[in-house]
């Protein structure tokens, strides 16, 4: 981000220390998960990519590839993750997908990447989108902790995809729904502190 | 929290099974709304100039905040101002963490009556350092620009979500401290409303004109327009802006005693004039400009009128024993 270098000591290291904690145990789960085409795979895929991208916004030296390259990834994550939040309401009712949940996050990534490479006319906060998109953000994260804590007293789950295959041991709730929470608030904070 | 295979996603598990029997817990809805609203004030705290001392830092901010006090509390304010400039990197690590605390806990049920308590003490503590007692002593606690204090909303709404078992009917404020004394409070909170609209130098078009302009640097250029906007008709017609929201404060706070559609018509007048004024005249707290450390009063006070929704009885509210978790 173009504050890190100005950012006193820490506080983007650590974001971006614990987002690339995030891609780690996503990685993880990806290599365990090969080959079983097990259902979730592209939110732990999407949590990789999300992982990557958001450490190098955070702190430059660990940045790498176009910008270009990582609006497209998340330019088809995007789209893709509305059709598996459309796929779910259609089959399951109204509830909260988590597909729609990474949309959300697929958005805000975009956007960053859109208005930080200068092909938006104006900055992040000019767009008026990272307000709206933050505080959803937040929601997603009370949420997914509430719901963790069987606190959420309305409908639905923040996995609306049955498992076709036993869970590995390194699907542990905690760490996913740990996972998603430090994604959640690090992109908010990433919208909210942008130019 | 995994799901349950042979029904989907609508009894994943046995607390949202009985939820699903009993309704939704709107006590538990609007606890996870505040919850939400401490999760953006952390986010907010964590940017970066927050972690800054001098001019332009939280420093400054907070030691703005002691002009126009008493001497006693001028010299507190200033005091704790120095000491956040001395350390600005540990104290506003401490203040993020206080709220992330807040927030996370009140996710919780094991820990929400202690994050309760936590955010109530951690209000009033900002009121008196961080917003200067909201203006109050200073004549100048527009409701417009937040006053009595935005921070206050929010040990207010800790007080009316204080977990107790029971209906959320005949409104969800009622759970927690009764009938009677919920709608007192209601009544308490808009007539200080009503007070400080008329009352001392709020009313005055120069200084409604001053909220709106002390917000303007940095924001995006439509909400610009806007504030443009709410500028000219605060300066024509300020005092009369001003006399009409202590009416509606009026109105609003005993609309509670006059039966349901009444009560109804009053949270619904209440929610949208003050996310009129959260728009036209906060600015959505200053958030999009950079710098703000809270949404500001617009979203708190929403929060509080939907508490005062009235509901009835068949609305799925039954009587419910609080969830146990584990």
Same mark, same amino acid.
């Not at chain 2, 200053?286 to 450390?293: D, E, K, M, S």
């Given at each position: 981000?173009?504050?890190?270098?100005?950012?006193?000591?820490?506080?983007?290291?650590?974001?971006?220390?614990?987002?690339?904690?995030?891609?780690?145990?996503?990685?993880?789960?990806?290599?365990?998960?090969?080959?079983?085409?097990?259902?979730?795979?592209?939110?732990?895929?999407?949590?990789?990519?999300?992982?990557?991208?958001?450490?190098?916004?955070?702190?430059?030296?660990?940045?790498?590839?176009?910008?270009?390259?990582?609006?497209?990834?998340?330019?088809?994550?995007?789209?893709?993750?509305?059709?598996?939040?459309?796929?779910?309401?259609?089959?399951?009712?109204?509830?909260?997908?988590?597909?729609?949940?990474?949309?959300?996050?697929?958005?805000?990534?975009?956007?960053?990447?859109?208005?930080?490479?200068?092909?938006?006319?104006?900055?992040?906060?000019?767009?008026?989108?990272?307000?709206?998109?933050?505080?959803?953000?937040?929601?997603?994260?009370?949420?997914?902790?509430?719901?963790?804590?069987?606190?959420?007293?309305?409908?639905?789950?923040?996995?609306?995809?049955?498992?076709?295959?036993?869970?590995?041991?390194?699907?542990?709730?905690?760490?996913?729904?740990?996972?998603?929470?430090?994604?959640?608030?690090?992109?908010?904070?990433?919208?909210?502190?942008?130019? | 929290?995994?799901?349950?295979?042979?029904?989907?996603?609508?009894?994943?598990?046995?607390?949202?099974?009985?939820?699903?029997?009993?309704?939704?817990?709107?006590?538990?809805?609007?606890?996870?709304?505040?919850?939400?609203?401490?999760?953006?004030?952390?986010?907010?705290?964590?940017?970066?100039?927050?972690?800054?001392?001098?001019?332009?830092?939280?420093?400054?901010?907070?030691?703005?905040?002691?002009?126009?006090?008493?001497?006693?509390?001028?010299?507190?304010?200033?005091?704790?101002?120095?000491?956040?400039?001395?350390?600005?990197?540990?104290?506003?690590?401490?203040?993020?963490?206080?709220?992330?605390?807040?927030?996370?806990?009140?996710?919780?049920?094991?820990?929400?009556?202690?994050?309760?308590?936590?955010?109530?003490?951690?209000?009033?503590?900002?009121?008196?350092?961080?917003?200067?007692?909201?203006?109050?002593? $200073?004549?100048?606690?527009?409701?417009?620009?937040?006053?009595?204090?935005?921070?206050?909303?929010?040990?207010?709404?800790?007080?009316?979500?204080?977990?107790?078992?029971?209906?959320?009917?005949?409104?969800?404020?009622?759970?927690?401290?009764?009938?009677?004394?919920?709608?007192?409070?209601?009544?308490?909170?808009?007539?200080?409303?009503?007070?400080?609209?008329?009352?001392?130098?709020?009313?005055?078009?120069?200084?409604?004109?001053?909220? $709106?302009?002390?917000?303007?640097?940095?924001?995006?250029?439509?909400?610009?327009?806007?504030?443009?906007?709410?500028?000219?008709?605060?300066?024509?017609?300020?005092?009369?802006?001003?006399?009409?929201?202590?009416?509606?404060?009026?109105?609003?706070?005993?609309?509670?005693?006059?039966?349901?559609?009444?009560?109804?018509?009053?949270?619904?007048?209440?929610?949208?004039?003050?996310?009129?004024?959260?728009?036209?005249?906060?600015?959505?707290?200053?958030?999009?400009?950079?710098?703000?450390?809270?949404?500001?009063?617009?979203?708190?006070?929403?929060?509080?009128?939907?508490?005062?929704?009235?509901?009835?009885?068949?609305?799925?509210?039954?009587?419910?024993?609080?969830?146990?978790?584990?």
């Amino acid at each position: 981000m173009s504050g890190a270098a100005t950012t006193p000591a820490g506080l983007y290291y650590l974001v971006a220390g614990l987002v690339l904690a995030v891609a780690a145990y996503s990685a993880l789960l990806v290599v365990v998960s090969l080959g079983r085409r097990r259902p979730g795979l592209d939110v732990e895929v999407s949590h990789l990519a999300m992982g990557l991208a958001m450490a190098g916004m955070l702190v430059g030296a660990l940045a790498f590839g176009p910008a270009v390259a990582w609006e497209l990834v998340f330019g088809a994550s995007l789209l893709w993750f509305l059709g598996r939040a459309w796929a779910s309401l259609r089959r399951f009712g109204i509830h909260l997908p988590h597909s729609a949940v990474h949309a959300l996050m697929s958005l805000a990534m975009l956007l960053m990447f859109f208005t930080a490479s200068g092909s938006a006319t104006r900055g992040l906060r000019g767009s008026g989108l990272s307000l709206p998109l933050a505080f959803l953000l937040l929601v997603s994260a009370v949420s997914t902790l509430a719901a963790a804590n069987r606190g959420w007293p309305v409908y639905g789950s923040h996995r609306d995809t049955p498992a076709a295959a036993p869970p590995s041991a390194l699907e542990r709730p905690l760490l996913l729904d740990a996972s998603h929470v430090v994604m959640a608030l690090a992109m908010s904070l990433a919208l909210l502190s942008a130019p | 929290m995994e799901l349950d295979r042979a029904t989907g996603p609508r009894a994943a598990c046995t607390g949202v099974a009985l939820a699903a029997e009993l309704g939704p817990d709107l006590q538990r809805l609007a606890q996870l709304a505040l919850a939400t609203l401490w999760l953006l004030d952390a986010v907010l705290q964590a940017e970066p100039s927050m972690f800054t001392g001098g001019a332009g830092g939280f420093s400054s901010m907070l030691a703005a905040g002691a002009a126009g006090n008493p001497t006693p509390v001028a010299w507190s304010i200033s005091w704790a101002a120095g000491v956040v400039a001395h350390w600005p990197v540990l104290s506003n690590s401490a203040f993020v963490l206080v709220q992330l605390v807040i927030a996370l806990g009140l996710t919780r049920r094991r820990t929400l009556r202690p994050a309760l308590l936590l955010s109530v003490a951690w209000s009033l503590v900002v009121w008196w350092f961080g917003e200067g007692l909201g203006g109050v002593l $200073v004549g100048a606690a527009s409701p417009l620009g937040g006053g009595p204090g935005s921070v206050l909303f929010y040990a207010l709404a800790a007080v009316l979500l204080w977990p107790c078992p029971g209906a959320d009917a005949p409104f969800v404020a009622a759970r927690a401290l009764g009938v009677r004394a919920a709608r007192g409070v209601w009544l308490g909170t808009w007539l200080v409303l009503a007070v400080l609209s008329a009352a001392g130098a709020a009313r005055y078009p120069g200084l409604l004109r001053g909220l $709106v302009q002390g917000v303007e640097p940095g924001e995006p250029g439509w909400l610009l327009a806007i504030d443009h906007l709410s500028t000219a008709v605060l300066q024509q017609e300020g005092t009369w802006v001003t006399v009409g929201l202590a009416l509606l404060c009026l109105l609003v706070g005993a609309s509670v005693y006059a039966g349901p559609l009444p009560t109804k018509l009053g949270t619904a007048a209440a929610a949208l004039a003050f996310l009129i004024i959260w728009v036209f005249v906060q600015d959505l707290g200053g958030i999009l400009a950079g710098g703000a450390t809270d949404p500001n009063s617009g979203p708190l006070v929403v929060l509080l009128a939907l508490l005062y929704w009235p509901l009835r009885e068949t609305d799925g509210a039954r009587h419910r024993a609080p969830v146990v978790p584990g």
